[in-house]
């Protein structure tokens, strides 16, 4: 099955500065890889999502990478600000029909004021 | 915006009784998902359903836990038997065909004790 790793487990930043987040995948067959974030007490959201057949994708501060051939892909995210704090998940699953998705283990974002 | 709606928000029971989490998902959408999250945790598949079958479940979603659609519009599951180790919030998800990205109910923290 899908394993996904995601690094860091932590990242505090400065308001304004970027912050990246790292995320590997083991199966080949995944094509679809969505960023999620969780706000305390609240349900993963859906944030950005790219497909296998686009190397890159922005919308507005945020940003995702992919590299098929080496299997990572990464979330970007310009100009952070203090509503920008909450846990990060990346995850990957073959698009379309009812495949589960798996999700990395989560980075814990800090926008210090 | 819809939204996938879980009930209770809390819910605290013996270990051995029965729980039942429900979710109604957005009333378009025609593939439904139970994840759960252990604290500080990542998230974990349980079942995925489709056209009032499950699709696949993982190897945690053993003979104690149970899904049904019972009237078209809530998403339930069951645990039969719970057990300490039960202890996590669970989330409904649910996705519109054509789609990938999921939608997350707001969770059921469940704690056994």
């Known amino acids: 099955g899908e394993n996904v790793e995601q690094h860091p487990s932590t990242l505090s930043v400065q308001e304004g500065d970027s912050a990246v987040i790292k995320c590997t995948y083991s199966?080949?067959?995944?094509?679809?890889f969505p960023w999620y974030k969780q706000e305390l007490g609240k349900g993963p959201q859906l944030i950005i999502d790219?497909?296998?057949?686009?190397g890159e994708k922005k919308d507005q501060r945020i940003a995702v990478t992919l590299n098929k051939t080496a299997k990572h892909f990464s979330l970007h995210i310009t100009e952070t600000q203090p509503e920008d704090s909450a846990v990060y998940f990346c995850a990957a699953n073959p698009a379309g029909g009812y495949q589960k998705v798996t999700f990395g283990t989560g980075t814990k974002l800090q926008v210090i004021p | 915006e819809p939204e996938v709606t879980q009930t209770p928000s809390h819910q605290v029971t013996q270990m051995g009784q029965e729980v039942i989490l429900r979710c109604v998902p957005i009333?378009?959408?025609?593939?439904f998902y139970w994840y759960r999250q252990i604290l500080g945790q990542k998230v974990e598949f349980l079942v995925s359903?489709?056209?009032?079958?499950?699709?696949?479940k993982s190897e945690i979603f053993d003979d104690q836990f149970s899904v049904e659609r019972p009237d078209g519009s809530n998403f339930t599951l069951k645990i039969r038997s719970t057990k300490l180790e039960d202890s996590a919030m669970y989330f409904c998800?649910?996705?519109?065909?054509?789609?990938?990205?999921?939608?997350f109910g707001s969770g059921t923290r469940l704690t056994v004790v």
């Open positions: 359903f489709y056209n009032n079958e499950i699709s696949e």
């Open positions: 790219i497909r296998s057949n686009v």
């Open positions: 199966d080949s067959a995944s094509n679809y």
């Open positions: 998800a649910s996705r519109v065909q054509g789609a990938y990205g999921y939608t």
């Open positions: 009333s378009n959408h025609l593939y």
